[in-house]
């Protein structure tokens, strides 16, 4: 009974269900307007350089310009 009422609860909120993966975006960096590395996502990209995803994602959005030197892009 409770997993219909979700369902029915999903469809009318047209609520999609979380599977446990989200989709993940490529970064890319710079550095003086030179590639150094592309990351599979936000998560490696801020563990390699020892970093928080979250300045990365706002450099990302063209919030910020550079965090700790590097720019920051997605790869389309």
């Known amino acids: 009974k409770g997993a219909l009422l979700y369902n029915n609860l999903l469809k009318?909120?047209?609520?999609?269900?979380?599977?446990?993966?989200?989709?993940?975006?490529?970064?890319?960096?710079?550095?003086?307007?030179?590639?150094?590395?592309?990351?599979?996502?936000?998560s490696e990209c801020a563990r390699q350089i020892n970093s928080d995803k979250g300045n990365i994602q706002k450099v990302c959005k063209g919030i910020y310009k550079q965090h700790k030197g590097y720019v920051f892009k997605y790869k389309d």
Not at 16 to 36: A, C, E, Q, S
């Open 12 to 42: 009318k909120n047209k609520l999609r269900k979380y599977n446990g993966h989200k989709p993940t975006k490529k970064v890319l960096v710079y550095k003086n307007d030179k590639f150094i590395k592309e990351y599979k996502s936000l």
